[in-house]
């Protein structure tokens, strides 16, 4: 993983203009079995990949927290949604929650996530790679290749597997 991770940013600011093309292409026509190959390039991806190994995406950036996470969370962790927010969170300038500083607050050392079981739904959803209707959401994945060593293969293989069909 460490490889991998050590050239994202360059490989991804390498590929930008090419993706940026490609996306803009799926845009206006998405094959009708986009949204099943995604899953599919998703899933193969991730039977390869051990976040893990990895927590790039807790260590560099952070989730958009909704009211319904913050609520959530607070719950779990006993204490009253204000006092989370007061403690975890900020208000950044789209007026979104998003954490006070990076890495995740809640990111062990060992990489494992001290709320996984009730984390912000941001989190649960990244890279984004599996969701319906993908092609709507090319700027997210534009970023997230930057960010996560898989969602960058995720997308060279769509590539890969759209350009030679």
Do not use: W
Not at 5 to 26: C, G, I, M, V, Y
Not at 64 to 91: C, H, W
């Amino acid at each position: 993983m460490e490889i991998r991770l050590s050239n994202l940013k360059e490989r991804a600011a390498q590929t930008h203009q090419e993706n940026k093309q490609f996306f803009k292409k799926l845009r206006k026509k998405p094959p009708r079995h986009l949204d099943s190959l995604m899953q599919e390039l998703h899933d193969e991806e991730f039977e390869r990949t051990d976040c893990l190994k990895c927590a790039h995406c807790c260590k560099t950036t952070g989730p958009l927290f909704t009211r319904a996470d913050i609520e959530r969370i607070s719950r779990k962790l006993r204490m009253k949604p204000g006092v989370f927010i007061e403690n975890y969170l900020q208000v950044d300038d789209e007026q979104d929650y998003v954490l006070q500083e990076l890495p995740c607050t809640f990111l062990g050392p060992d990489n494992h996530c001290m709320i996984y079981d009730f984390r912000p739904k941001a989190c649960r959803e990244f890279p984004h790679t599996d969701r319906r209707n993908f092609h709507q959401i090319s700027n997210l994945t534009l970023k997230n290749v930057a960010i996560c060593p898989a969602a960058y293969q995720i997308v060279e293989n769509m590539k890969a597997r759209l350009t030679n069909s």
